[in-house]
């Protein structure tokens, strides 16, 4: 797991941030230019509509639905997928861009 400012390098650097929240946490604030497909969704249909050599950040609230996110769409055969600890709250708290 990475931690926030590690995820927001790597976004800098060209990888998509996928919000693996529910829709109404999505709602009510997430990062800037991320991308939404819930966890949920993923467990059952691992598609997430990008090549599978691009990076990708996973991130939710705390940590744990990202971290199950990344493993899932590993196992389905994206090569660079890591998952971000503590966060939105942590993300917003530092400052950086949110929608």
């Known amino acids: 797991m990475i931690d926030h ?5 790597a976004q800098q650097n060209g990888a998509t941030l996928v919000d693996v929240r529910e829709r109404d946490e999505w709602e009510a604030g997430h990062v800037a230019g991320a991308v ?3 966890v949920t ?3 059952s249909d691992p598609d997430i509509d990008m090549a599978p ?6 991130y939710c609230k705390a940590g744990t639905r990202a971290e199950r996110a990344a ?3 590993r ?4 090569a660079d997928v890591r998952a971000m600890r503590g ?5 917003r ?3 950086y861009p949110t929608e």
Do not use: K, N, S
């Open 71 to 73: 493993e899932v769409l």
């Open 53 to 58: 050599d691009t990076p990708v950040v996973t």
């Open 36 to 38: 939404l497909h819930p």
């Open 75 to 78: 196992a389905a055969g994206y």
């Open 93 to 95: 708290t530092a400052g």
């Open 87 to 91: 966060g939105f709250d942590d993300w």
């Open 5 to 9: 400012h590690e995820a927001r390098e």
């Open 41 to 43: 969704r993923i467990a």
